[in-house]
Structure formats: C-alpha cells, structure tokens
C-alpha cells in the first residue's frame, strides 16, 4: 500500500538550515502528484510546494519566498525540501502527501495519502 514517511526534522537554530526527506513506497513515485505541508500549533495546515504528476514541475505557495526548495529523486523514491535560513515561524510538524493527479491549490483535501509527518522546531 502507498506509505510515506517523513524524516529530517529536528531542533534547528534560526538562520540554519535543513533538508527533510520523505520516502515512499508502495507506488511508482513519478505517477503521484507529491505535495509538503505544514501544521503549526493552533494553526490550520498550509500547503508550502507540490510537485505535477504529468510533468514533473513544482509550483510553491507565496509565502515561500525562496527559501523552501522541493525536489525529487525518483530512483531512491524519495522527495526532499530544503529549508533555508529558518526562522521561528517555521516552527511546525512537516508533512509530505501524495495523490493521482492533485492541485495543489486548492488545500490539502486534494492529497489521498500522508506520512506521519515530522516535526521541526527552530529556537535559539
């Protein structure tokens, strides 16, 4: 069955950066739609970059702002985002989720499948 696991989560000091990974199984990576997501306490869950399943491009929320970078290696059936100069703010439980053929922009009701997710928490 598809399953997703998150990894690379941590305490983090601001400005620093990291690299969270999400592995997947139980499906061919590149015929899913791959999205992040991110929860912050007391907050609704926010979409942060999603990658097509028909052409592969990634398209990220505004907020962003640069500093999110998604990308995929198909051979190790693994997504990853690059998360750089980390603030505060970015404080949350990070999820990656999956689906046929998803937008991204219109929530995370659109994804079918989610990993556990992985906490980040960015204090100095």
């Known amino acids: 069955q598809v399953q997703l696991v998150e990894s690379g989560g941590g305490l983090v000091q601001p400005g620093e950066s990291l690299r969270l990974s999400c592995a997947a199984s139980?499906?061919?990576?590149?015929?899913?739609?791959i999205g992040w997501f991110r929860q912050a306490p007391g907050k609704a869950r926010e979409g942060i970059s999603s990658i097509d399943t028909n052409d592969g491009s990634i398209v990220y929320a505004e907020f962003v702002k640069g500093r999110f970078i998604m990308s995929r290696d198909n051979a190790k059936k693994t997504v990853y985002l690059q998360i750089d100069h980390v603030k505060p703010e970015d404080t949350a439980v990070y999820y990656c989720?999956?689906?046929?053929?998803?937008?991204?922009?219109?929530?995370?009701?659109?994804?079918?499948?989610w990993g556990q997710g992985t906490q980040v928490t960015v204090s100095s």
């Open positions: 139980g499906f061919t990576l590149n015929h899913y739609g």
């Open positions: 989720a999956a689906a046929i053929t998803p937008n991204f922009f219109l929530g995370p009701d659109e994804f079918e499948y």
